[in-house]
């Protein structure tokens, strides 16, 4: 073992997680639990991964950020995790689901610069 490396401990019991929001936050949680051994659903209200990380690795010179939501993307890949994208989940789910623990990763709101124009839609911030 490297120092700052840590080995995950296998899970000891068979528990049902239910991670809500497939941010980057969200996608860790998912990836980590299910290497784990967890049974894992990951719910996200829109039709893609990534949050608000998506769009910010758009422009070429934020390669990096776009490089990071792709390696989360590969390591939810790798394990048996229940994804449901476009599912907004909703207390009656949750209850019907019945998991054993509910990861609530649904993110943070862009900041908005209170600039006159920002709001305009050929303005980029």
């Known amino acids: ?8 401990t296998p899970a000891k019991s068979d528990l ?3 991670v ?10 998912a990836a980590t639990a299910a ?5 894992v659903s990951l719910y996200e209200k829109n039709t893609y991964m990534g949050g608000i990380m998506a769009a910010a690795g758009a ?9 990071q939501v792709e390696y989360l993307k590969r390591q939810i890949a790798k394990y048996p995790v ?7 989940i909703t207390l009656e789910d949750v209850q019907r689901l019945h998991p054993d623990f ?6 943070a709101k862009p900041v908005v610069i209170p600039v006159p ?3 305009k839609p050929h303005v980029s911030t």
């Open 16 to 18: 049902n997680i239910l």
């Open 82 to 88: 229940d994804l449901h994208l476009n599912t907004e």
């Open 117 to 119: 124009g920002a709001d």
């Open 35 to 39: 290497e784990r051994g967890y049974r």
């Open 59 to 67: 422009p070429r010179f934020k390669a990096d950020v776009h490089d």
């Open 20 to 29: 809500i929001g497939a941010g980057p936050g969200g996608m860790k949680a």
């Open 102 to 107: 509910v990861v609530v990763a649904t993110g």
């Open 1 to 8: 073992m490297r120092e700052g490396e840590f080995p995950l």
